[in-house]
Each structure stands twice: as structure tokens, then as C-alpha cells.
């Protein structure tokens, strides 16, 4: 299995409070991705990271920051958690760009009550 | 806007029997075809990755491709009970995609025994 580890697993927050997840690999994977899952909507990409310091907007970004400031790292920030955010959050990371398939973390269980 | 479609489900096949999981793509530029297995309340796990045109086994699995007609699907054979879960397909559109792979919202098979 790819060495993926997201923290943390479960996670019961209230609106407005900001919220940090994290994805940690031991792959030394360019490539680090962040999706949401939500029943009906299946999985949708957040954010993404190319390399350190190097991310960018997927199809569901909006109230969603990231930073990677290591290959093993890539931090999602929710600035002011709402009610719409509430799903499985899974990292991915990915060794190549054309080709390559994803590999998953185990995911956070995020609830914003 | 770029989409993987997939039939819902759920799929209920008798223990032993072929299950067929059917997904279309809309973006004909697409190059690389992958099929995920996802069972209730894990994350997805990669099962096969298909590239060219044709079929292509890996023990009871078997995807195949037909980039014609924008379609790929996984035959699962003498499916079993273990075999239950959501049939994840995903494809990665090329140019420049930086690896973002569009995911069909799942197939949910059933084996009864």
C-alpha cells in the first residue's frame, strides 16, 4: 500500500472554526491531491500540489486553502468551517502526470454541526 | 465540462456469475482509463489501468477499452461475495491535466451468495 497518512480520521467541528487537515506521504510523490466525497456527487478534486509551494485550483475550491511546504506534506485549511463541508476527505498522491493512477489515502470524516 | 458516467446501481449478481460495470466518457481526448473498488465507508482502491484499445486481464478482472465509441468497462468473473462494493470508474482527460482524474459517481455491486 502506498505510505499515505491523513489526520485526522474523524472530526466533529462547529460552524465558523477553522479547520486543518493533513496528508502526509513517505512516497516522495510529486503529485499530492485532495478530493471530497459527497453521496450523489462522487468524488471532486479540491486543490492539488505539483511540487512544493506548487498548487492549484480544482472544480470545488471555493472556502478551501492548501499549502505544501514539504514533498511529504499537503495541508488543507477549511478558513471558516460551514455546513456544505461536511463529507470524506480523501488525499491522493500520484508519481507522474499523464498515465499515472491515483493512489488514496484512508480519508477524514469531517462533520461541521 | 468534462464527465465520466456511470449506471448507479446497484448490480446484484448470483455468487459465480460474470458482473458486467459499464462507464462512458465525454472527452475523446482521453488517454488513460482506470477502475477503482471502493468498499463502504474505505477509501478507493485501484484495481486496473487501461490504456490501448482492446481488453485486458488481470485474474478474474478484465477491462476493456474502446476509444470509438468512449467507452471502458470491468467484467469481474466468478464474482464473489467479497466482490460487493462501489465500482469506481475514473478517467485522466490528458492535456495537461496535471493528473486530475474525472471520476464517474460508482457502480454498486452486490454478490449474493
Known amino acids: 500500500d502506498a505510505g499515505i497518512t491523513q489526520s485526522p480520521r474523524h472530526k466533529v467541528t462547529e460552524t465558523g472554526t477553522p479547520v486543518t487537515l493533513r496528508c502526509h506521504q513517505t512516497?516522495?510523490?510529486?503529485?499530492m491531491y485532495w478530493y471530497r466525497q459527497d453521496p450523489g456527487h462522487g468524488l471532486r478534486l479540491i486543490h492539488y500540489s505539483y511540487g512544493v509551494k506548487d498548487t492549484d485550483k480544482g472544480e470545488v475550491s471555493d472556502g478551501y486553502s492548501v499549502s505544501r511546504s514539504k514533498t511529504e506534506d499537503f495541508l488543507l485549511t477549511l478558513e471558516s468551517a460551514t455546513s456544505s463541508q461536511t463529507s470524506v476527505y480523501f488525499c491522493a498522491i500520484s508519481e507522474f502526470t499523464l498515465g499515472s493512477p491515483l493512489h488514496f489515502g484512508n480519508g477524514t470524516r469531517l462533520t461541521v454541526t | 465540462q468534462k464527465e465520466v458516467e456511470q449506471n448507479s446501481g446497484p448490480l446484484s449478481v448470483p455468487e459465480g456469475a460474470i458482473a458486467s460495470l459499464n462507464c462512458t466518457y465525454s472527452?475523446?481526448?482521453?488517454?488513460?482509463f482506470f477502475w477503482y473498488r471502493q468498499y463502504s465507508g474505505k477509501s478507493p482502491e485501484l484495481i486496473m489501468s487501461?490504456?490501448?484499445?482492446g481488453d485486458k486481464e488481470d485474474g478474474r478482472f478484465t477491462a476493456q477499452l474502446n476509444k470509438a465509441s468512449q467507452y471502458v468497462s470491468l467484467l469481474i468473473r466468478d464474482s464473489q461475495p467479497s466482490d460487493s462494493a462501489t465500482y469506481l470508474c475514473?478517467?485522466?482527460?490528458?492535456?495537461?491535466?496535471?493528473?486530475?482524474?474525472?471520476f464517474g459517481k460508482g457502480t454498486k455491486l452486490s454478490v449474493k451468495p
Open positions: 512516497e516522495n510523490h510529486r503529485y
Open positions: 487501461i490504456y490501448s484499445n
Open positions: 475514473a478517467v485522466d482527460p490528458g492535456g495537461g491535466s496535471q493528473g486530475n482524474l474525472i
Open positions: 472527452d475523446r481526448g482521453s488517454q488513460s
